[in-house]
């Protein structure tokens, strides 16, 4: 009998000791070192040892409400709108208010970018997200240019108009389809044409399928084991970068040869740029940055279309007024002209509504990420020195102080513009460059979609997943429909 109760006791104590040592573990680790700045961090937990708040991010995110992860963090720290964590497998700093985001997203003294080691091996350790400030500076202005400004985006309308009209088109003779991977594949087809003036169709159905595999694998954890979504994502890069390579080849082989040049596209101006020095950049280079823009530019204006189609289509109140925009658009065109003008497009006004509000509600990017290059105070709290700083987009724009009811989807709260509190496209030197190219492509797909078509859902109130991207989790299954007249 005696024996039994010391065997419970050395039970007891050693749960105690473990849960201490568990408890403690991540503390010994990266906040004792930090002496008494470890008495201005901000308020929050480091989670389990190593594998930190992962969990509980990953938990929330694969449930129907992922902002129970940081409402965990406001009940039971405060409504400081700025906590610690351990993220990605490295001690970081959440923040989650408008000044807070924008201070860290504007101090390039302070801040350099922080993305975990697996979006830089995903997404390339020469891509913008891992290259030395001078650098993205300078190649940042290069791949920029062609892509903002007036000249520019009104050179790629006709186009982006051409395939809108046509894919809707199809899509309305195909009868049941992903309306979500349908839209992927039309901004891919878009962006494929700006960069690479390209449309092989084979080749972009197998550059878009990878690109699918890799992103689930950006905001996974990193466990390179078969099976695991990281392992699957490293595949698709090595499958991504052998099939770049085989374009930069043949671009080479074109410019080296006797075949005229095409018309100067992106690819073309990484081949030919050159620093002070007269360096060139190297294939791999030219992959890295080839392959951050073509992710970067069709996944997010895809969902963003696809989810202002939907919203749309279920407010027929908003539906009406959109509508009645473009007819107004129409009725006002000069019979001689054809096509949409960026003069149209500008008197768009309630449709960017839509769109705002759109980005608003879906948040694209949750979250982007910054490194401390120093220790820097933020609402006198401390960011220390080589941790990360993650600017959680999703709470900004999901505030019920700034956003009443935030969930809603509600474009005529755009009538009062929120100067500084809506970051779709960040802030600050890495501000979204592809941002006014994003808009007018939705715009020009909506401005069709209003004037001639409905979408027919096979489940309008589908279940939504949150990870990588939010998204219905049957892609939007359902019919587009040809609209007989021009009303509703
Ligand atoms: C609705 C559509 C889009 C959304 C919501 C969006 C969102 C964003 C955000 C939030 C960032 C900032 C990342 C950071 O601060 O680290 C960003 C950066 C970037 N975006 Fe977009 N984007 C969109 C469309 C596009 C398009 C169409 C392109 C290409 C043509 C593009 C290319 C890029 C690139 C290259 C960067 C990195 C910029 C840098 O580091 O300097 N994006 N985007």
Known sequence: MGSIWVVLVVLGCGILVLRYLLKNVNWWL????????????PPGDM????????????????????DSFL??????????????????????????????????????????????????????????????????????????????????????????????????????????????T?????????????????????????LEREYTTLNYGVRAMRINVPGFAYHKALKARKNLVIIFQSIVDERRKLRDGY??????????????????????????E??????????????????ITMWATFFLQNHPKYHQKAKEEQE????????????????????????????DETMRVITFSLVVFREAKSDVNINGYTIPKGWKALVWFRSVHLNPEIYPNPKEFNPDRWDEHKVGEFLPFGAGTRLCPGNDLAKMEIAVFL??????????????????RYLPHTRPIDNCLGRVKKCSSTSM
Not at 30 to 41: G, W
Not at 132 to 157: A, F, P
Not at 331 to 355: A, C, D, H, N, W
Not at 451 to 462: G, I, T, V
């Open 447 to 464: 401005h069709h979609f209003l004037l001639h078509y409905r979408l027919e859902q096979n489940n309008p109130n589908c279940p939504v």
């Open 259 to 284: 075949i005229p040049k095409k018309s100067k596209d992106m690819m073309d101006a990484l081949i030919d740029v050159e620093d002070e020095y007269g360096r060139k950049l190297d294939d791999e």
């Open 30 to 41: 990266y906040e004792s070192k930090l002496s008494v700045k470890q008495y201005s961090l």
């Open 71 to 180: 409402s965990s963090f406001r009940s039971r720290y405060g409504d400081s709108g700025i906590y610690k964590a351990l993220m990605f497998g490295n001690p970081s700093v959440i923040v989650t208010t408008p000044e807070s985001c924008k201070k860290v997203l504007t101090d390039d003294d302070n801040f350099t970018p922080g993305w975990p080691i697996s979006t830089i091996e995903l997404i390339g350790k020469k891509s913008f997200i891992a290259m030395s400030y001078e650098e993205h500076k300078r190649l940042r202005r290069l791949t920029s240019s062609s892509i903002n400004g007036m000249e520019s985006l009104s050179m790629y309308l006709t186009y982006i108009e051409e395939n809108v009209i046509s894919s809707l088109e199809k899509w309305s003779n195909m009868g049941e389809i992903e309306f979500l």
């Open 328 to 355: 107004e658009i129409i009725r006002k065109r000069p019979s001689t002209q054809k096509g949409l003008t960026l003069k149209e497009i500008r008197q768009m006004g309630f449709l960017y509504k839509v769109i």
């Open 182 to 206: 349908h839209i992927r594949k039309l901004t891919f087809k878009i962006i494929m044409h700006i960069f690479l003036s390209s449309e092989s169709e084979h080749v972009m159905e197998d």
């Open 286 to 303: 030219i992959i890295d940055i080839m392959l951050m823009y073509l992710n970067a530019g069709h996944e997010s204006s895809g969902h």
């Open 47 to 66: 989670g389990w040892p190593f594998i930190g708040n992962m969990w509980s991010f990953l938990r929330a995110f694969k449930s129907s409400d992922p």
